[in-house]
């Protein structure tokens, strides 16, 4: 059974997708341990400073040819959009909402990239199946998001859980511009190359905000052990390792299929935020979950639908 799994000509991009599914939900508890010790610019400075700066020596070891003019500022741009905007937003919401929770909120960005497709030209026409699956993750959203809006406006709990998904989803917003603005650029350069650029990017301008955030690195009750920890992981498994599997991932198996790791990296998150530091998760929140999963699930298949209709045309 195994040598012949190991012989399938896809096998490289299941096992990259594996880890896509396991580390990328890991990312939010490291985010929140790394966060006791560092503030979030630092630690978004530090850690795409790094990773990227490592995938871009690694490319330049290789040979592989690096983007210049025009292409290397879209790219770094588009970087400093998508993780700079997106993970950034992630970082500074992990303050006030647990790391599971965070992690359901981003369960809308499919939503967000169905949206924003659909306004930046050229425009993919939303059709009826889309609508209706966007108003199935809406209503699971708004159950989502239901008690801490009821508790910031009756003032019976702290705002920062309504506060935490509205920074997510303007992170959302600007991780689908900036992904929908790479994939219409013209490049010529290697994914990988480009995904490294791209953290670089994010790292270099968040130095600016980190040095002028007057937040010294606090290592806790724990020692730097686990703050460094906790960096170094996010370094390896969500930048290196993770990005690079990402995107082998999405270039060589469907999209379909690919798409996975947006349901899995919830249950991830969820399970180790519930493990590590007690998070609370009931009841609602599962029923919210099951809802958003549904409608993810119906925007992908009225996607896949609509370009499929589009192509026999």
């Known amino acids: 059974m195994v040598p012949a799994l190991r012989d399938h000509p896809q096998f490289s991009a299941?096992?990259?997708l594996i880890c896509v599914c396991f580390f990328w939900g890991t990312t939010y508890l490291g985010i929140r341990i790394a966060l006791e010790s560092f503030a979030p610019p630092a630690l978004v400075s530090i850690r795409y400073i790094i990773s990227g700066g490592v995938m871009l020596a690694g490319a330049r070891l290789a040979g592989v040819p690096i983007p210049r003019g025009p292409e290397l500022w879209r790219t770094a741009f588009n970087g400093v959009v998508i993780l700079g905007i997106g993970n950034g937003c992630l970082s500074y919401a992990e303050l006030w909402v647990p790391s599971g929770l965070a992690a359901l909120y981003v369960?809308?960005?499919p939503f967000w990239m169905v949206g924003v497709d659909a306004l930046i030209?050229?425009?993919q026409s939303l059709h009826g199946p889309?609508?209706?699956a966007l108003?199935?993750?809406l209503a699971g959203t708004a159950l989502l998001v239901a008690v801490p809006a009821w508790q910031a406006l009756?003032?019976?709990g702290s705002s920062g859980g309504l506060a935490g998904f509205l920074l997510l989803q303007f992170g959302c917003a600007a991780w689908a511009v900036g992904s929908i603005r790479q994939r219409q650029q013209q490049a010529r350069a290697h994914p990988f190359v480009s995904g490294a650029v791209q953290q670089l990017a994010c790292g270099l301008a968040w130095t600016i905000p980190a040095l002028l955030t007057p937040h010294?690195?606090?290592w806790g009750i724990h020692g730097p052990r686990r703050g460094g920890a906790a960096l170094a992981y996010l370094i390896v498994f969500g930048g290196i390792i993770g990005y690079s599997s990402f995107l082998m991932a999405i270039s060589r198996l469907p999209v379909a299929v690919a798409s996975v790791y947006t349901y899995v990296n919830p249950?991830?998150?969820v399970f180790l935020g519930w493990l590590f530091y007690r998070e609370p998760f009931g009841a609602w929140e599962a029923a919210a979950m099951v809802v958003i999963f549904a409608g993810v699930a119906l925007v992908k298949r009225a996607s896949a639908q609509a370009a499929g209709d589009g192509s026999k045309r």
């Open 14 to 16: 299941y096992v990259a």
């Open 154 to 156: 009756t003032g019976e």
């Open 135 to 137: 108003f199935v993750g």
């Open 121 to 123: 030209p050229p425009r």
């Open 130 to 132: 889309t609508l209706r």
């Open 267 to 269: 249950v991830v998150a």
């Open 107 to 109: 369960t809308t960005s």
């Open 216 to 218: 010294a690195i606090h």
